[in-house]
């Protein structure tokens, strides 16, 4: 059983940055890959970043020379800063681990970016 929890978002303006955070409140996430995605109003959730158990990492052509995802083990959490916002990274944001072919969410949070 794994319960994740994001947190970090907020209502800012465009061009500043924000670090999202995803905390496995029960279970461990250091050996399973993390993905962040993001859901706008009225469209479809969409994947941005995915850190491997390793720290590897990957990232949607739309957002990597903005977006940096990574780990701390030790704090059993992922982050996701995001760099120079814009209005169209309005969205709740949630990360996503697998753990023995069971996928797990978070609740979300909610970044919107004003102009």
């Known amino acids: 059983q794994v319960r994740l929890v994001e947190s970090g978002g907020g209502l800012v303006q465009a061009g500043v940055s924000l670090r999202l955070s995803c905390t496995a409140s029960?279970?461990?996430?250091?050996?399973?890959?993390v993905g962040w995605f993001r859901q706008a109003a009225g469209k479809e959730r969409e994947w941005v970043a995915t850190v491997a158990s390793g720290g590897a990492t990957g990232y949607a052509d739309s957002v990597k020379d903005r977006f940096h995802v990574w780990r701390e083990n030790a704090k059993n959490t992922v982050y996701l800063q995001i760099n120079t916002l814009k209005p169209e990274d309005t969205a709740a944001y949630y990360c996503?681990?697998?753990?023995?072919?069971?996928?797990?969410w978070g609740q979300g949070t909610q970044v919107t970016v004003s102009s």
């Open positions: 996503q681990t697998t753990v023995r072919g069971t996928k797990y």
């Open positions: 029960e279970g461990t996430l250091s050996r399973y890959a």
